[in-house]
Structures are given as C-alpha cells and as structure tokens.
C-alpha cells in the first residue's frame, strides 16, 4: 500500500507541473523575493521582481517587471531598478530575452553610452518533462568599448519535484543548465539546477562552479516571499 500512495504522490506531482500554465506571474502587482546564500551561509543578495503590466504583441504577452537586487545590508547593486520583460507565446511557453536584461542592468550602470545587442533567447516549454532538452540561449551586449556575453547550454529537464522554501510549497520541473559568462569584472563558467513552478517562475536555483566538470557547490537562491 505505502508502494501505491507514494506511485500517486508522483503521479499528482507530475500533473501540477504539467499544469500548462507559463513559468512566470502573469498579473500586476505581484512581487517575487528572493535570497541567494553562499556556500558558507552568508547572505550574498536578495532580488526583487515587481510585475508591474502586460500587453499584447500579435499573439504574445509581454510581462512587464521591475528588477532589483540588494546586497546583504540593503543598498542596490548594479545602478538600481532595471525595467526587464518576458515573453509568453500563444503555446504558453516562455521566453527570456537575456541580451535585453543584460542591457538593462549594463544601462543603468553606464547611463548614456550607445549600446548594441544580439542572441537569442531562453525558451521554456509549458510542457517540459524528464528527459527533454531545450534550445541553448546566447547574447552578446556591446556598450561602449566593453564588451558582455553569456552563454547558457546543456540545458536538460531532470525531474519533477515537489519542493518546500520560505515562500510555500510548489510543484515544480527541475531544470539543469551550464551559464558561461565573460565581459568585464564578470568571467564564470557555472553549472545550476533550477526549480520552476507554473505561473510563478523559479523558485529554487542551485549554483556550482563548473571545475572542469566536476561540479563545487557556490550558493543557493530561493523564493521567500511571493
């Protein structure tokens, strides 16, 4: 009997996130706050997400969010509030324009220097499940004479997961991915698993750094409040 019910307990969890709802809020006024803990348990940063509107672009809607992050004692980093958007396409997946954040948060750190941007975007599938692998994402910023990129690859779902953080309890799809970044002050080669919850967006990342393969633990982001 214990064998059946937790065969049941799996089979809900897989149906809760197989929702086919999109991995992000979709109504103003909802706030996303996170914590991200080093590997020692320090504080590093807490990041808020502020929804602020919608509109339609042909058949898409695009979210509309403020980004912020705050360093352990309060001040913002990285020039404040940046405006970011999320697309969600008429099959209900996502998709994250990294070169259009990246400009946002590089904007506001060096106001007026003329910027370029290219790449594409990371998309994800309303109906991810165990064993898909989704499409690699890039972006290249220019601004100025400085140069920024990142690259996310090997992007493979793992698993469903029902998981508990200060926020609440969600059912999730369990994401694995590789980011390798480079510009100026910011050169990482990471590896992370990540727990996205429909209709609200992740709410667990686990971050390594990547070591030649062999994965070293660097810190944890959750959602705490939402």
Known sequence: MKHVLLLISLLLAGLGARAGEPFTPTQAGRMLT????KANGRL????????????????????????TMRGPGGGELFGGAAPMTT????????EQDLGASLRAVLHNMFPGMEQQVEGSPAVLPADMKPGDRLPDARCTVKTGIMTHSIEVIGREVLRFEQVTVPAGT????????????????RNRDT????WYAPGV????????????????????????KY
């Open 170 to 185: 969600f059912e999730c799809v369990v994401l694995r991915e590789r980011k390798i970044e480079r510009g100026v002050g």
């Open 191 to 194: 590896v992370s698993e990540n």
């Open 87 to 94: 697309t969600v396409r008429p099959d209900g997946a996502t």
């Open 34 to 37: 996170y914590e991200r803990t």
């Open 44 to 67: 590093e940063r807490t990041t808020t997400l502020e929804y602020t509107g919608t509109r339609r672009e042909g058949g898409r809607l695009v979210v509309e969010y403020i980004f």
């Open 201 to 224: 967006g992740p709410v667990r990342h686990d971050s390594y750094d990547y070591n030649n393969g062999n994965p070293k633990f660097i810190a944890r982001e959750v959602l705490k």
